[in-house]
Nanobody, 124 residues
Framework: VQLQASGGGLVQAGGSLRLSCAAS????????VAWFRQPPGKERESVSI????????YYRDSVKGRFTISRDNAKNTVYLQMNNLKPEDTAVYYC??????????????????WGQGTLVTVSS
């Protein structure tokens, strides 16, 4: 599977953006998809995950209640709706697909397909 992330941009604090992760290839519905981000000068961190089977969703604590991950398997696309953005959300956001076991789903090493990254900048 190949991924392409889009939707980043510059937004003021409190604003919203929707990121998209479009996939090509077969069996997209069978992949768990995650969003990761890398803030300037920092290490990459996980943000949100949507599982393949059942579509259960997970979020890091700092984005709970503000971000929503969803998927449309008919369109081979996963979305990350980001509301009430904060300056600390500024980062390059990456989507990734894989088939991690539950206990390892936050580990970026478990994802074998990655999008190219899209920059989100939140101004104060």
């Amino acid at each position: 599977v190949q991924l392409q992330a889009s939707g980043g941009g510059l937004v003021q604090a409190g604003g919203s953006l929707r990121l998209s992760c479009a996939a090509s290839g077969q069996s997209f519905a069978s992949y768990t998809v995650a969003w990761f981000r890398q803030p300037p000068g920092k290490e990459r961190e996980s943000v949100s995950i949507i599982r393949a089977s059942g579509g259960r969703t997970y979020y890091r604590d700092s984005v709970k209640g503000r971000f929503t991950i969803s998927r449309d398997n008919a369109k081979n696309t996963v979305y990350l709706q980001m509301n009430n953005l904060k300056p600390e959300d500024t980062a390059v956001y990456y989507c990734a697909a894989g088939r991690p076991i539950q206990s390892a789903m936050w580990d970026d090493g478990m994802y074998r397909a990655w999008g190219q990254g899209t920059l989100v900048t939140v101004s104060s």
